[in-house]
Structure formats: structure tokens, C-alpha cells
């Protein structure tokens, strides 16, 4: 089992930024990729951006790429995402998301454990 545990959501205004963290614990040692998700009222979930935890090989969905930026620290078992330049569109709750070998980083089934989700609201 992985437990996950994201913080950092909030209320921000257009064009500010925020900070999103997830901290990992249980057995993360076969976690290949972390990925981070959102889903706002009446959508589905959609892919936000991922990391290889390995080598730090990032992913980003169009709608975010320039604007956010996913990193991890090793040591603490931690993933981050930045969040820059936003915008109300990005109002949803986001969910950290853990996953062993997959051949598609975008797919939310493909994901093992979740964390609770953090909500992001921006305020236009």
C-alpha cells in the first residue's frame, strides 16, 4: 500500500500561483511514475502532468505546458507542482496519483493509489 498526501491548494487570483505538494509513504518502491490530475465540477478527471521518479522525466498535458512545472524530491518522498500564470480554468481538485510501469502517463486507470485531492480555486 501507498499512502499519499497532498497540500498546498487554495484560493489565489488570476495570474498568481500556488504550490502543490504530495508526499509519499508505504511501500513507494516500485513507484515508476507520479503523476498529478484534476477534476472539476461535472468533468472528468484530466491529466495534469507526471515525473519519472528514476530519472526525472517530465510529462505536461498542452493546457498546462509553460505555466506548471512537476519536480520531486528523492529524499523525502515528495512531488511538487508549480503553479504559475493561472487562470480560472484552473479551478478543480487536484489529486496526486502513483503508478508502476504504464505505457500511457495520461491515463487515469493506469494509476495505482491516490492521494485525497487539494482544491484550487482562481478567482477571475
Known amino acids: 500500500q501507498v499512502q499519499l498526501v497532498e497540500s498546498g491548494g487554495g484560493l489565489v487570483q488570476a495570474g498568481g500561483s500556488l504550490r502543490l505538494s504530495c508526499a509519499a509513504s508505504?511501500?513507494?518502491?516500485?513507484?515508476?511514475?507520479m503523476g498529478w490530475f484534476r477534476q472539476a465540477p461535472g468533468k472528468e478527471r484530466e491529466f495534469v502532468a507526471a515525473?519519472?521518479?528514476?530519472?526525472?522525466?517530465?510529462y505536461y498535458a498542452d493546457s498546462v505546458k509553460g505555466r506548471f512545472t512537476i519536480s520531486r524530491d528523492n529524499a523525502k518522498n515528495t512531488v511538487y507542482l508549480q503553479m504559475n500564470s493561472l487562470k480560472s480554468e484552473d479551478t478543480a481538485v487536484y489529486y496526486c496519483?502513483?503508478?508502476?510501469?504504464?505505457?500511457?502517463?495520461?491515463?487515469?486507470?493506469?494509476?495505482?493509489?491516490w492521494g485525497q485531492g487539494t482544491q484550487v480555486t482562481v478567482s477571475s
Open positions: 515525473i519519472r521518479w528514476s530519472v526525472g522525466s517530465t
Open positions: 508505504g511501500r513507494t518502491s516500485g513507484t515508476v511514475f
Open positions: 496519483a502513483t503508478a508502476r510501469a504504464i505505457a500511457d502517463v495520461t491515463t487515469p486507470k493506469l494509476y495505482s493509489y
